[in-house]
Nanobody
């Protein structure tokens, strides 16, 4: 089992920055990759970014490329999502997720159903 706890959400004006953190505990040795997803009211949960835990390669959803950066600190078992140039459409509950499945070719997956563990979510609200 892996437990995930997010923090860092809040209210921000458009154009501002926020950094989300996700601390993993439990059987973290089994984690292949970590991802961030978000869900706005009335919408489905969508992929934001992912990072392979040991290799460090990353993947981003097109709308956040160049604005968001995912990173991890293996010593702290923590993954971060640095969000710059925030837009009102970034408003959502942001979830951290862990993928335990090792994938050939260091592939990262964007499907929510592929992730095994989830945090409780942290609200990000961007005002115009």
């Amino acid at each position: 089992q892996v437990q995930l706890v997010e923090s860092g959400g809040g209210l921000m004006q458009a154009g501002g920055s926020l950094t989300l953190s996700c601390v993993a505990s439990g059987r973290t040795i089994s984690v292949y990759a970590m991802g961030w997803f978000r869900q706005a009211p009335g919408k489905e949960r969508e992929f934001v970014a992912a990072i392979r835990w040991f290799g460090g390669n990353t993947l981003y959803e097109d709308s956040v490329k160049g604005r968001f950066t995912i990173s991890r600190d293996k010593a702290k078992n923590t993954v971060y999502l640095q969000m710059n140039s925030l837009k009102p459409e970034d408003t959502a509950v942001y979830y951290c997720a862990a993928d335990q499945t090792s994938r050939a070719g260091a592939v990262l997956t964007t499907g929510a159903t592929e992730y095994d563990y989830w945090g409780q979510g942290t609200q990000v609200t961007v005002s115009s």
